[in-house]
């Protein structure tokens, strides 16, 4: 790989710097010359340094002549050797670069540094984007591989362990694998197609025949161009649980005990698998992904022309790029032996094995990060689930259960999104990225509100429908059903009960759209501000480089002449030492925000994977199998949004962070400056502050819908009551006019 010193042909630092020196500062150190604004501030800048130059010069003679006498009264001088090195040197450093618009040598340097920054900061970041593109977009390409289910490496396992017995028995025993084919073209009869699966296991002959799916079988389902080097792996896989395979069958031995299984092998041949296929699908993602093929090529030519300080702009590109490869569709399962007909073949040693097997599989599964074993320790007894009461049991119940589901559901996608939306123990789906996730469940959740709310306009406006209808058949006095009633009511009885519908309705109201609008105000949290957060981070830190480049540029004539001052011992003295600190800064702060930058990609991902398992155990602690009511439901959502903000902040800020404290190792405090640290501050408070008022005024509104809703209850089910009454009232006034004779009417007999 060749590095240049040179910026990229459209590097965005370059064209900002332009924008305030003018066309041309980056080949000041070459004979070039700044035109536009760079001229106003080279006029300037000559008047500053021809001043500097002479105060040093006077100096310069002043600090000779001093030691000249010295030398003279007492043949030696007092002035330090290296006073008068350091003050040839500042002048030297002060003199005026004729081609540079009246800049000083100095600050030629320092815009000299500047640029090579650049160039540097522009190859490592092109290395970057070169390697993910060829990589068919994937930041980490063994991560980024559907992993082998715990089912399938099971299976294989136990598959082993029935080959293994069987060649005891004199069976000789091979690796079966057998493609798969697709329909071949249907005007030439005969063909085939591309392989787009194949079955995998063991095959036994020789004592007698026993077929493939009688030991187990894998069946794979796989897009052509991965299918062999899936075979690889499943053949790495069976290679890597031989040495299970043995100590499961050393327990076979009557008479003494056996070889205990390590721990660990499972997740050793899983990781092998990903390392075989990974090569196959970065290539496959690359090369038949045409749509992605396109949008990696067209990402990586305006990611490497627009150099480093535009990578924080594509720092979602990334995401989503690292997401979609990391979605390639492997289709694999497993097929159990078929034990009748291995009957009598197998013997019941081996069967024991097979037993131990299972208790082996339990205790890894039980004992890895969020397994069982952890959920137990943490008394997580259940996880949350549980069913909604009737409405018979009370209608709070009723409505706080249904109002806490959708919240429920939110939380449990959020968290699955950060573990990989498979359970708590298993990584899942790792090639999703963090950040893509969270946005993408958040987005999920808030569609779920927006639908609520034309729901719940619905059913207000049917209840207020229906209301009116009935106050409508009271006014006539005829008998009208009530919504989804199998009967008529009376129309003053359907009056009162539809007005105590619309009453309790009107209670809810406050309640239903208060905690939307909280759900909303956190949500939004994970669809736009998280989403966001690495580019604005990102080109604050950019700025922060710039604002130091022009500090640089500014202080190095007064640097230039702190060297004249005579204090101090060696070439820098005590007063010149800091501005080197700053020019190496200068130097490596590109360098180290495109490293930070990529940190925050690759720690994102485990870091939300810890926290996603710690908060599905928490929850399944705390809630052991009960259905919780709104109020929890929603503190269980801010719990949840509320660690993704903090967690998120931790990690997106090594954008600054790497910068700021790398520097500290060279024992100097500089790095991104208190400015930027103190617009990030800002930023995340604001953030805060936003999300902090929507849910104060939503506790206040939570409060006080709970408060109208008891008291409009139960001023509706009074309204009901006389309902009944008013119903009963009717019934009996209308019986009684049945039996009482019209005036005209005559009576029997007359």
């Not at 509104?701 to 009901?720: N, S, T, V």
Request: hydrophobic share 50%; charged share 10%; proline share 4%.
């Amino acid at each position: 790989m060749s590095v240049s010193l040179t910026p990229a042909s459209n590097d965005v630092a370059v064209k900002l710097l332009s924008m305030v020196l003018g066309p041309g500062w980056n080949s000041w150190a070459t004979g070039g010359s700044a035109s536009g604004a760079g001229g106003v501030l080279g006029t300037m800048f000559m008047v500053l340094n021809t001043s500097l130059l002479t105060l040093a010069a006077g100096i310069l003679v002043y600090t000779h002549a001093v030691g000249a006498a010295d030398m003279a009264r007492q043949g030696q001088s007092k002035v330090n050797t290296w006073t008068f090195l350091r003050q040839s040197t500042a002048m030297m450093m002060l003199a005026p670069v004729p081609w540079a618009s009246g800049m000083n040598v100095l600050q030629v340097l320092v815009m000299l540094a500047a640029s090579w920054s650049v160039g540097i900061a522009d190859n490592v970041w092109s290395a970057a984007v070169q390697y993910v593109a060829s990589n068919g977009g994937q930041i980490q390409p063994a991560n980024g591989v559907t992993p082998v289910s715990e089912s399938v490496l099971a299976g294989m396992l136990k598959s082993g362990i029935i080959a293994a017995s069987l060649q005891q028995q004199g069976y000789t025993v091979t690796m079966y694998s057998e493609p798969a084919y697709g329909p071949g073209n249907p005007d030439a009869p005969g063909s085939q197609g591309a392989q787009d699966g194949m079955s995998f296991g063991f095959q036994a002959s020789g004592a007698g025949t026993i077929p493939p799916s009688a030991i187990g079988l894998v069946t794979v389902r796989c897009k052509p161009a991965i299918c062999p080097a899936v075979g690889k792996g499943l053949q790495t896989v069976a290679t890597d649980l031989q040495p299970a395979v043995a100590d499961a069958m050393s327990w076979t031995n009557s008479g003494q005990d056996g070889t205990k299984i390590p721990a660990g092998i499972i997740q050793k041949a899983a990781s092998d698998y990903a390392a075989a296929v990974s090569a196959a699908v970065a290539s496959d993602a690359s090369s038949q992904n045409s749509a992605l093929s396109q949008s990696l090529s067209s990402f990586q030519s305006s990611a490497q022309a627009q150099g480093w300080a535009a990578a924080g702009i594509y720092f979602y590109q990334l995401s989503n790029f690292n997401a979609e490869a990391g979605a390639q569709d492997i289709d694999m399962s497993y097929a159990s032996p078929d034990m009748a007909e291995l009957n009598g073949v197998v013997t019941s040693g081996a069967k024991d094995a097979l037993a131990l097997v299972d208790q082996y599989l339990q205790d890894e599964k039980a004992n890895a990060f969020g397994g069982s074993a952890m959920l137990a320790g943490a008394g997580a007894s259940a996880a949350p689930g549980g069913t909604c009461p009737s409405i018979t049991d009370g209608a709070w119940n009723w409505v706080s259960c249904h109002v806490s589901a959708p919240l429920l559901w939110t939380n449990s996608l959020l968290i699955n999104s950060m573990t990989g939306g498979s359970g708590t123990g298993q990584l899942g789906a790792t090639g999703v990225d963090a950040i893509a996730g969270i946005q993408s469940a958040s987005n999920l959740g808030i569609n779920m509100i927006y639908s609520g709310f034309a729901g719940w306009a619905g059913i207000n406006a049917l209840a207020a429908g229906t209301e009116e209808a009935a106050r409508q058949a009271a006014a006539d006095g005829r008998s009208v059903p009530i919504v989804g009633a199998l009967a008529g009511l009376p129309g003053g009885a359907a009056s009162s009960l539809a007005a105590g519908a619309v009453a309790g309705l009107k209670a809810i109201s406050p309640f239903f759209w208060t905690t939307s609008a909280v759900a909303l105000a956190l949500l939004s949290v994970g669809a736009y501000y998280l989403p966001l957060l690495p580019a604005v981070i990102y080109t604050m830190a950019v700025i922060g480089w710039m604002i130091v480049v022009l500090e640089m540029l500014v202080a190095a004539p007064l640097w230039a002449f702190s060297h004249v001052l005579p204090e101090g011992d060696g070439m820098l003295g005590s007063s010149a030492r800091a501005g080197y600190f700053h020019m190496l800064d200068i130097l490596a702060r590109p360098i180290l925000l495109v490293f930070g930058l990529l940190l925050t990609i690759l720690m994102m991902n485990a870091a939300v994977y810890f926290l996603g398992t710690g908060l599905q155990i928490a929850f399944a602690s705390e809630m052991q199998g009960k259905v919780v009511g709104p109020l929890s439901a929603m503190a269980e959502l801010f719990i949840v949004m509320g660690a993704i903000y903090m967690l998120t902040n931790q990690v997106v800020h090594l954008i600054s962070k790497v910068p700021r404290t790398v520097m500290r190792w060279l024992g100097q405090s500089m790095g991104v400056d208190g400015n930027e640290i103190e617009a990030e501050r800002h930023l995340n408070a604001l953030a805060s502050a936003r999300i902090g008022g929507a849910l104060k005024g939503g506790g206040g509104g939570l409060a006080g819908a709970a408060d109208k809703f008891a008291k409009e209850q139960a001023q509706g089910a009074r309204g009901g009551d006389r309902g009944a009454e008013n119903a009963a009232a009717s019934e009996a006034q209308a019986g009684q006019a049945e039996l009482t004779p019209e005036p005209n009417d005559s009576l029997p007999g007359r």
